[in-house]
């Protein structure tokens, strides 16, 4: 069984999240209202409970623990992570890497986790290159960096809509990028 897990994945990585649906036999779905979970689920186009609702906050970290375990229980190995995780849960990736780490320790095989982060982090002396390190750590895990930007407009910009950040996450995904900015971070 495939098994993917989205973090934050009601937001705007709705699009990602119903796209994943049609390549995962699973995709876990990690936020706090079990209803925006709920919704999404019936919006995806196979409705064979593809979306496992994994309702918890990311911010109490024992809950987390225990949420990402039944994950792994239920479904198995995860081979795939979008994460969009707030700077309010800082060790939360951490804790969900530990556990996905170990896990493929015992079946080989590797996880790509791509994780989606603000246009901050385009700046060279952000912690992105602490985040690329500490990655480093988990050996089975492949960590791929989606940085958001903004998109220019008759000599204005904007924030990118739900639409195009979920497009460049698949796309991302897709050609397996390392590093990729959605739009653009200097004017
Ligand atoms: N460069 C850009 O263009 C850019 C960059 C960043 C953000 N934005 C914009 O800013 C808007 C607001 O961003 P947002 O951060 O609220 O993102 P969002 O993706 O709209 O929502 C956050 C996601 O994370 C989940 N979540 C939030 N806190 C959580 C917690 N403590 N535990 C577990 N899950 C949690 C939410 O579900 P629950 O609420 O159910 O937990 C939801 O799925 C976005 O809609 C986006 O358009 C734009």
């Known amino acids: 069984m495939t098994h993917a897990l989205v973090i934050g994945g009601t937001g705007m990585l709705r699009g990602a999240t119903l796209r994943l649906t049609q390549s995962y036999d699973r995709v876990s779905v990690l936020a706090r209202s079990r209803s925006r979970i709920e919704q999404l689920a019936a919006r995806g186009e196979r409705g064979d409970g593809v979306i496992h609702p994994l309702v918890v906050d990311y911010t109490q970290e024992s809950l987390l623990h225990d949420a990402i375990a039944e994950a ?44 989606v982060l603000g246009s901050a982090m385009a700046d060279p002396s952000s912690e992105k290159k602490n985040r690329i390190e500490e990655f480093l750590y988990w050996e089975k895990i492949d960590y791929r960096a989606v940085i958001l930007g903004f998109v220019v407009e008759a000599n204005s910009s904007r924030w990118l809509s739900h639409s195009e950040i979920s497009a460049g996450v698949i796309k991302a995904i897709r050609e397996d990028l390392e590093m990729s900015i959605v739009g653009q971070v200097h004017p």
């Open 72 to 115: 792994l229980n239920d479904h198995g190995p995860i081979e795939l992570v979008v994460s969009w995780i707030h700077s309010s849960a800082p060790d939360a990736h951490k804790i969900i890497a530990n556990q996905v780490g170990s896990k493929l320790k015992q079946t080989g095989e590797r996880c790509r986790w791509f994780d």
